[in-house]
């Protein structure tokens, strides 16, 4: 048994020590960490969970905050987001998704747009009933420093 458990430790050791990450930071709008604390961190808001708030009179559009704590960033870090959902997801592409309030902590998404023009006959944008009928949410990608 011994000899097979120790067969596994090396075939684990031989295959991490294979693997190598190459990531670079090129700019960030917050301080730099060194080099080997870059973390890539993913996540997302739960679908029919994810609390839209809307915005009225004269803009129309819904958006959410995002907490990206876990991370552990010491500063901002680069984020790319997009919208995800169970349905009415086709109505979101016709809208542009921005991020913004981006910090070590969190960030928020903004949904602008002619989303929801069936369920809104004065064409005003995204409604917060839409985004929560088609348990859209947010999926999230950021790359920074912790340390």
């Known amino acids: 048994f011994e000899r097979h458990g120790m067969y596994r430790i090396v075939v684990i050791f031989v295959l991490l020590a ?24 993913a996540g997302a808001t739960k679908k029919g969970e994810t609390v839209w708030e809307q915005a009225h009179h004269p803009y129309y559009y819904v958006y959410t905050t995002v907490n990206i704590a876990e991370c552990q960033f010491i500063g901002t870090p680069i984020i790319t987001a997009l919208i995800d959902g169970n349905h009415l997801l086709w ?10 309030a981006a910090n ?3 960030f928020k998404v903004y949904l602008f747009g002619w989303v929801g023009v069936l369920y809104d006959p004065d064409k005003k944008g995204p409604t917060r009933e839409t985004a ?16």
């Not at 109505?91 to 913004?100: E, F, N, P, R």
């Not at 929560?132 to 340390?147: L, R």
Request: with cysteine.
């Open 18 to 41: 294979g693997v190598q990450a190459d990531i670079v930071i090129t700019k960030l709008n917050s301080e730099e960490g060194h080099l080997p604390c870059i973390r890539l961190c």
């Open 91 to 100: 109505q979101s592409a016709t809208s542009g998704v921005s991020t913004t």
């Open 104 to 106: 070590k902590d969190s």
């Open 132 to 147: 929560n009928a088609g348990q859209w949410n947010v999926n999230w990608q950021a790359v920074g420093y912790t340390c």
